[in-house]
């Protein structure tokens, strides 16, 4: 079993709709939760970052951490074709450096 | 752009064969991140080097090693290469060695392929 599982996809959604990326873990330990953007033939960029349990937004993007069922989300609002690509959900530990990442959803966004 | 540099962007070689993929940092950065993506495996981390030093190993090949120079830039040798090692390969960079969300920031990688 992954320690981070993710659905590969793909996603097609249309314009300004709401997309719903989500991830499991399985590592209790784990208590930095990320999700990076991937466009073609690039490399990852983080897009936000939590810690622990909760929520987070920035701008039409929201992040949510659910660690009593090891669940990862990824909420975008009013989704434009510029969000295509490949959403990778991530985590590590607090003593390690070492981020264990999902193996990535590819999103489209139909204009 | 990330500010991270690799080189070079596509590399085609044989089974057998030895490959230098070479990293340079972004300015002021201490640790490097080396990671393979391929289809079937994802994005999995390899080494990480701070300063100079092996920090953090993952699912990294006997194979495989890598080393940070002292101007801090980071090679990663692969040897007696084989079909399966074809992937995309990554450098990641940050400032510090852990603690906090410590922002990793990706090279464009290098894509390896073994014939």
């Known amino acids: 079993q992954k320690e981070v599982e993710q659905d590969p996809g793909p996603l097609s959604v249309p314009e300004g709709a709401i997309v719903s990326l989500n991830c499991t873990y399985s590592?209790?330990?784990?208590?930095?939760f990320m999700w990076y953007r991937q466009y073609s033939r690039k490399g990852p960029e983080l897009l936000m970052y939590?810690?622990?349990?909760g929520n987070k937004e920035d701008g039409r993007f929201t992040a949510q951490v659910d660690k009593s069922s090891k669940y990862i989300s990824l909420f975008i609002r009013d989704s434009q074709p510029s969000d295509s690509a490949t959403y990778l959900c991530a985590a590590r530990d607090s003593s390690a450096s070492k981020i264990i990442f999902g193996s990535g959803t590819r999103l489209s966004i139909r204009p | 752009d990330s500010g991270v540099t690799q080189t070079p962007k596509h590399l085609i070689t044989a089974t057998g064969q030895r490959v230098t993929l070479r990293c340079s940092p972004r300015s002021g950065d201490l640790s490097v991140y080396w990671y393979q993506q391929s289809l079937d495996q994802g994005l999995q981390f390899l080494i990480q080097?701070?300063?100079?030093?092996?920090?953090a190993k993952g699912n990294i090949l006997e194979r495989f090693s890598a080393q940070q120079f002292p101007d801090l830039h980071s090679e990663l040798n692969l040897s007696s290469l084989e079909l399966g090692d074809s992937a995309l390969y990554f450098c990641?960079?940050?400032?510090?060695?852990?603690?906090?969300?410590?922002?990793?920031?990706f090279g464009p990688g290098t894509r390896l392929t073994v014939t």
């Open positions: 590592n209790s330990a784990f208590q930095y």
């Open positions: 080097y701070y300063n100079g030093e092996e920090r």
């Open positions: 939590t810690y622990s349990s």
């Open positions: 990641a960079s940050s400032y510090s060695l852990t603690g906090e969300i410590d922002e990793q920031y």
